[in-house]
């Protein structure tokens, strides 16, 4: 099984809502990630959780928030989102970062789509 | 400064003819390439890795090359499909950053029946 599951699959959020994105995998991987990914572009690294700890921001907004409540789930907590903000969110995870044997493969959930009006 | 390059932004091809994908790289410290395939409004699947102590690794219709001395990789899919018609990213990782995927532009691919 290499599903990872996100919700929603689509959201619409005013600029002074509060919002959540939820991810879970139930693979016992303990590395999970946040992507941003605007159209015709390259996913881009957001957020990287080490066994449930914060290892890598990669200088987002504190208008995004992750947290990672368990080994198996990743929330990202919106805030006063801005309209360019809006992006496919993909969350993703991997086996155990820095443990051998490396394993490099990160495996994607299908995304929130998310416009922020 | 773009280490992981995909000249091509689209390829075209016919069901049952080679599909072949290119991708170049400039950082000398990546040792392990993957490449994911998209389909519009889902996240990438992963496809097809390989590690630097490696020339080729195949899986299926897919083969993947990598000729270190030139950095640069290739995705050969054999026969190609119309299902195949996607976006392809290859990505990038060192070991010493294994977290961090440096993902190139990504080629559109199209298999025409």
């Known amino acids: 099984d290499t599903e990872v599951t996100q919700t929603p699959k689509h959201l619409v959020m005013g600029m002074t809502n509060k919002k959540s994105l939820k991810c879970e995998q139930h693979m016992g991987h303990r590395a999970m990630y946040w992507y941003k990914q605007k159209a015709k572009k390259p996913p881009e690294l957001m957020f990287v959780y080490s066994y449930e700890k914060l290892s890598i921001n990669e200088s987002v907004p504190s208008r995004f928030s992750p947290e990672c409540p368990n080994s198996s789930l990743l929330n990202l907590h919106l805030h006063a989102l801005q309209p360019e903000d809006s992006a496919l969110y993909l969350c993703?995870?991997?086996?155990?970062?820095?443990?051998?044997?490396?394993?490099?493969?990160?495996?994607f959930g299908p995304g929130t789509r998310l416009t922020v009006t | 400064d773009q280490q992981v390059k995909q000249n091509s932004p689209s390829l075209s091809v016919q069901e049952g003819r080679i599909s072949i994908l290119n991708c170049d790289y400039t950082?000398?410290?990546?040792?392990?390439f993957l490449w994911y395939k998209k389909y519009p409004a889902e996240g990438p699947t992963f496809l097809i890795s390989?590690?630097?102590?490696?020339d080729k690794n195949e899986d299926g219709r897919f083969t993947v090359f990598l000729n270190k001395s030139a950095k640069h990789l290739s995705l050969h899919i054999v026969p190609s499909q119309p299902g195949d018609s996607a976006v392809y990213f290859c990505?990038?990782?060192?070991?010493?950053?294994?977290?961090?995927?440096?993902f190139g532009e990504g080629t559109q691919l199209t298999v025409n029946p």
């Open positions: 993703a995870s991997s086996q155990a970062l820095g443990r051998e044997p490396y394993s490099y493969e990160q495996y």
């Open positions: 390989i590690s630097s102590i490696k």
């Open positions: 990505a990038a990782s060192e070991e010493t950053s294994g977290s961090r995927l440096t």
């Open positions: 950082n000398s410290m990546f040792d392990y």
